[in-house]
């Protein structure tokens, strides 16, 4: 799945927990078949093989925990947000991560300079998801975007904000999804295009 899409972070999840026990298995296997064919002696090169085969589960491992920890859009919050979407491109499920810490971003909607977001995080500090946000989209060259992240408990007002944006959007004739499409790699990034990048 797509990265951005609905339900991604899930489907993430899963794979993760799949690769990891995989991994885990060849390693263990590996382990027990030198154990098998050399009498019990551990010191074999199939040992050595399985110690090896250990360094990637790990990092399949650390990528599950970040999955695990990670925090997907209810259903609720998506079956609203779709309502108000009309031709807008939304993407969902970004967890997007700074030196300090890492901001669970629900929904993201970027449309003609200006960029509005929502949150299921209770308590989360918006003012300084804003400021990364900002920061990220100017080292992108585009400091004259307005950002806005709505908290958890401004769904309504988001919506609200989705309903200007698609006015805004159809006035003008804008078409997100094709200029998203229309993307070269090598050209300057579009502002959602940034966003995807700098989020898990």
Same mark, same amino acid.
């Given at each position: 799945?797509?990265?951005? @899409? ?16 995989? &991994?885990?298995? $060849? *390693? ?21 093989? @399985? /110690? ?15 999955? +695990? ?18 031709? +807008?491109?939304? =993407? ?6 700074? #030196? ?19 949150? !299921? !995080? ?12 900002? !920061?990220? &989209? /100017?080292?992108?060259? #585009? ?8 908290? @958890?408990?401004?769904?309504? /007002? ?13 006035? =003008? ?5 094709? $200029?998203?499409? /229309? ?10 295009? $940034?966003? &995807? *990048?700098?989020?898990?």
């Amino acid at each position: 799945m797509a990265k951005g @899409a609905y339900g991604y972070l899930a489907s993430r999840r899963k794979n993760a927990v799949l690769r990891t026990l995989t &991994l885990a298995g $060849i *390693s263990v296997g590996i382990f027990i078949l030198g154990l098998v064919l050399n009498g019990g002696e551990r010191r074999n090169l199939f040992s050595i093989i @399985a /110690a090896l085969g250990a360094i990637p589960t790990a990092l399949s491992l650390v990528n599950l925990i970040l999955f +695990l920890k990670a925090r997907p859009l209810s259903p609720e919050a998506h079956e609203e947000i779709e309502r108000h979407r009309g031709g +807008l491109l939304i =993407r969902y499920e970004l967890e997007m991560t700074s #030196y300090e810490r890492t901001w669970h971003i629900s929904a993201a909607c970027v449309m003609d300079r200006n960029a509005v977001f929502y949150t !299921e !995080e209770q308590g989360a500090d918006t003012a300084a998801c804003e400021k990364h946000i900002r !920061e990220q &989209l /100017a080292l992108g060259g #585009y400091e004259d975007h307005t950002v806005k992240v709505f908290g @958890a408990g401004e769904r309504a /007002a988001f919506c609200a904000r989705l309903d200007q944006l698609e006015k805004l959007r159809a006035a =003008r004739n804008i078409n997100p999804a094709a $200029i998203e499409a /229309a993307w070269q790699p090598g050209t300057t990034q579009t502002p959602a295009g $940034i966003l &995807l *990048s700098i989020s898990l």
